[in-house]
């Protein structure tokens, strides 16, 4: 049969000359990309549970230049699609020295896809939006698209998805009638939400990078130990965790590898040469859903991943699999992983991105709840603790401030950074053992379903500003009875009630503080986060009724 072109392409990385392309095919193909002036690529589908993948290193890219490119499987065009209403897919290089370049990055969470929109009668989707923007203004082109986490929903799924879903559970698939378990079944979502034209035409030429959060997955993944103990005891559990991280690891975290990580990848290079990599992936999913604890030591795998654009270090962080989830040692990252994320955060660079799916600096009176809840959670008085995970489960408290260690280690590493001085032993150096003050260090998170800009206060000045940029929903809505309560949670009295509460329970006031300069915003939004120079420029736009976009906030710092 003639391969079709299923997904994509989609461009991921673009590293000096050199760029990455995803995509889907129906069969087996040669994939081959050609781009102006002679650069291109070629490599051959790899298979995994009956579907087709290639990750194309397309190479000899000239530096500074827009290059128009083609896809063709079998030595057939099939990219651009004949007829296309849209632009031509370019692939944007930066000049050889870049370090005097802006660098622009376009972030948000939280998609659901249009089918699933049409069925909520959701507002406009601001992805959709920026794509018909760049397409009639180049200007706003980024250089790299920060997807941070919910872009599939395995557990809220469309009427289309639930019918696929209702005959696979009456063919004897075992799982829940209306939520993804097995790995054909993830697919139908990536299928359904990358397929939107607007935005296939927008991963196509906008590199992107992503990481999950918990709707990838199911909602509160990895909340606690006794969520994970209940979860066990589903029948279906162990093949959604196994297929869900086997997907993604395809899907999503492939493209966020550059060539040379690709290259030194060993799963990788196995599977790309596996005639069937089936039960790779399958043991794969399986082997890591196993966060580092006291009875399993094992260095898990690693989903965080960093990158330098120019002058600026982006860190991606996993907020999701590898937490360590005993009582009295919670944690976000695991030792090994939080001393690889050290190591990026001491360098050469002017400014530092930190990605993360969940928000470091919450609404206070939230922060305060959660911080309430993990000691109660972990109160050795049995009814308390029951009481507190109940609570913990219903309101999703389980971010950042609800893993205090982890969260004050944060705050103390961007102290010691925006303060600048001498590199901690082990970790990379600056000139003479020492680190200047970063120009500005930025959190993008998404998760909350609301907008927001606020900046971090440490007690005393210091000449980095330290930023939490929040820009969530890209497609999806806050049910308007809601608002009210998360716009009071932002409120210094009700804050003020929930420190109280928190301070009731032993809980040390936080040695952080922050100030809220933009939102909350409630609609669908991107947020965009310009670096030039010293200076930051962080903006959200929203959409409107018509689906255009409009300005947000803007904070410059």
Not at 118 to 144: E, H, I
Not at 262 to 273: C, G, I, M, T
Not at 316 to 325: E, K, W
Not at 371 to 380: H, T
């Amino acid at each position: 049969m003639t391969a079709q072109l299923l997904i994509g392409p989609i461009l991921r990385r673009v590293t000096g000359d050199r760029a990455t392309i995803w995509l889907e095919t129906s069969e087996p193909a040669e994939v081959r990309v050609e781009a102006e002036g002679g650069a291109g690529g070629v490599a051959t589908t790899f298979s995994a549970y009956g579907h087709h993948y290639a990750l194309v290193v397309v190479t000899g890219l000239v530096p500074d230049a827009a290059q128009a490119y083609t896809v063709s499987l079998d030595d057939r065009a099939v990219w651009p699609a004949a007829g296309s209403p849209y632009p031509p897919s370019v692939i944007r290089t930066r000049s050889t020295d870049d370090s005097r370049e802006p660098v622009s990055l376009t972030f948000g969470s939280c998609r659901e896809a249009t089918p699933q929109a049409a069925s909520k009668n959701l507002p406009p989707d601001a992805l959709d939006a920026f794509a018909r923007r760049l397409m009639t203004d180049s200007r706003s082109r980024p250089d790299l698209l920060v997807l941070l986490g919910d872009q599939v929903y395995a557990d809220e799924t469309s009427p289309k998805v639930r019918r696929f879903l209702k005959a696979r559970r009456r063919s004897g698939h075992q799982g829940p009638a209306d939520q993804v378990v097995g790995f054909e079944e993830y697919t139908k979502l990536y299928l359904e939400s990358w397929r939107d034209p607007e935005v296939r035409w927008l991963l196509s030429t906008v590199p992107s990078v992503m990481i999950f959060d918990d709707h990838e997955l199911i909602d509160d993944w990895n909340t606690s130990a006794s969520w994970r103990a209940d979860m066990a005891r589903q029948p279906w559990w162990r093949e959604r965790i196994a297929a869900g991280l086997a997907s993604y690891w395809i899907y999503q975290h492939l493209g966020n590898l550059g060539p040379d990580e690709l290259a030194a990848d060993p799963l990788f290079q196995k599977v790309a040469s596996a005639g069937d990599a089936t039960e790779l992936m399958r043991e794969f999913g399986r082997s890591v859903d196993e966060p580092e604890s006291a009875e399993n030591t094992d260095q898990p795998y690693q989903w965080s991943y960093a990158l330098d654009l120019g002058r600026t270090r982006l860190v991606v962080l996993d907020n999701r699999c590898n937490r360590i989830l005993t009582p009295g040692a919670r944690a976000m990252l695991p030792p090994a992983e939080w001393d690889w994320f050290l190591d990026q955060a001491h360098g050469d660079y002017d400014h530092l991105v930190i990605g993360s799916s969940l928000p470091w600096l919450m609404p206070p009176a939230i922060h305060h709840l959660e911080a309430w809840n993990e000691r109660i959670a972990e109160s050795p008085t049995a009814w308390k603790a029951s009481f507190g995970e109940k609570l913990r489960r219903a309101f999703d408290l389980e971010h950042w401030a609800a893993f205090g260690k982890s969260f004050d280690a944060l705050g103390e590493l961007f102290r010691r950074l925006g303060e600048g001085g001498p590199t901690p032993i082990g970790h990379r150096v600056g000139a003479g053992g020492a680190y200047a003050a970063p120009a500005s260090i930025s959190v993008l998170s998404g998760d909350v379903h609301h907008s927001y800009v606020a900046r971090a206060e440490f007690g005393h000045p210091l000449p980095t500003p330290v930023m939490q940029l929040t820009c969530s929903p890209i497609h999806n809505q806050v049910p308007a009875p809601l608002r009210p309560l998360m716009r009071a949670s932002w409120s210094r009295a009700v804050a003020r009630v929930a420190r109280g509460l928190s301070k009731s329970a032993g809980v040390v006031k936080p040695a952080v503080r922050w100030k809220r300069l933009a939102g909350p915003y409630f609609g669908n939004a991107v947020g965009t986060l310009r670096l030039e120079g010293q200076t930051a420029t962080a903006r959200i736009e929203g959409t409107s009724k018509d689906g255009d976009l409009f300005e947000v906030a803007a904070v410059k710092f």
